[in-house]
């Protein structure tokens, strides 16, 4: 779990744009504005310099967040559309397969899919709970360049798969 966190954490960095430095180098100029504002205001009004310190403190861990969340909404965009499970009963295989569109401002040149297969209910807190156990899931890296406002083929396959009960299945694709 280790490895991949880290894969993934160098595989950000390794991809970041202006878009990302823009985003960044912002919320610096921010967060030294808010401490010298902070030291300025020390002696007349120490209430409001002690709730500076601790606003920049939050913002710190939580801008960087928000902007990867951004970044990845607007400016590397991508969805997966025309998913197609299919069963196969000779083979006990299940395959999914769909397209990855980069609606995003930039070009891709990683890609991870995650692929779940979840239970399914029709309660609403029960298909939320089996998000958190997922019955089978995969995750596969396309390596491929992905340019703006193009689109590549998806195929997962799942051997050895014998659920027999209802089923539902999730991609979800993070683009660098």
Not at 79 to 94: G, R, V
Request: net charge positive; charged share 25%; with cysteine.
């Amino acid at each position: 779990m280790l490895k991949g966190l880290k894969q993934r954490l160098t595989d950000y960095t390794d991809s970041l744009t202006m878009y990302d430095y823009t985003a960044f180098g912002w919320l610096l100029f921010l967060l030294v504005v808010l401490i010298l504002l902070a030291i300025l205001s020390s002696k007349k009004k120490p209430k409001l310099a002690t709730l500076l310190i601790f606003f920049t403190f939050i913002l710190m861990f939580t801008a960087p967040i928000g902007i990867k969340i951004f970044l990845d909404k607007s400016v590397r965009k991508v969805e997966i559309q025309e998913q197609n499970n299919t069963h196969l009963n000779f083979s006990k295989a299940l395959v999914v397969t769909g397209e990855l569109h980069n609606f995003g401002k930039i070009d891709m040149t990683k890609c991870y899919i995650k692929t779940k297969i979840l239970k399914k209910a029709d309660n609403k807190y029960l298909n939320i709970l089996y998000t958190l156990k997922p019955i089978r899931q995969r995750t596969t890296i396309l390596d491929e360049n992905l340019t703006k406002n193009s689109s590549k083929e998806l195929k997962v396959v799942f051997k050895n798969f014998n659920y027999k009960k209802e089923y539902r299945v999730t991609l979800d694709a993070e683009c660098y």
